[in-house]
C-alpha cells in the first residue's frame, strides 16, 4: 500500500487549498480513505474520512463545514477540499487507507495504512 498526500503550501487565513492523494499498490476501490492532521507537539488527529463506494462520509467537527473530502476511483486519488483556513488548521495532512468502516465515519483510532503527509501552514 503506497499513499503519497500533495497539494499543501502557506495559505492566509480565510484561503482554501486542496491536497490530493494519490494511492498505489492495492485495490483502491475496495478501501476505505480518511485525512488526518498532526500540529506541532500535538497529537494526530482524524480531519475526514469517505467510504469505499464514496456515498458515506465521516467530518471531524472542527472542520464541519469548511473542509470536504472526495475520491475519485478510476484514478485512485482522494482528495480533501479546504475553505475558510483558519491558523489553527496548520498541520502535517496525512492521507490513509482502512478496510474497516467505523459508524458515522468518525475514527477515534488511526488507519493502518498511511503515506507521507503534506504540510499545511496558514498564516498571514
Known amino acids: 500500500v503506497q499513499l503519497q498526500a500533495s497539494g499543501g503550501g502557506l495559505v492566509q487565513p480565510g484561503g482554501s487549498l486542496r491536497l490530493s492523494c494519490a494511492a498505489s499498490g492495492f485495490h483502491f476501490s475496495n478501501y476505505h480513505l480518511g485525512w488526518f492532521r498532526q500540529a506541532p507537539g500535538k497529537e494526530r488527529e482524524f480531519v475526514a474520512s469517505i467510504k469505499s463506494g464514496g456515498l458515506s462520509r465521516g467530518v471531524a467537527d472542527s472542520v464541519k463545514g469548511r473542509f470536504t473530502i472526495s475520491r475519485d476511483n478510476t484514478k485512485k486519488q482522494v482528495f480533501l477540499q479546504m475553505n475558510s483556513l483558519k491558523p489553527e488548521d496548520t498541520a502535517v495532512y496525512y492521507c490513509?487507507?482502512?478496510?474497516?468502516?467505523?459508524?458515522?465515519?468518525?475514527?477515534?483510532?488511526?488507519?493502518?495504512?498511511w503515506g507521507k503527509g503534506t504540510q499545511v501552514t496558514v498564516s498571514s
Open positions: 490513509a487507507a482502512d478496510h474497516t468502516w467505523v459508524a458515522g465515519g468518525i475514527y477515534s483510532r488511526t488507519m493502518p495504512y
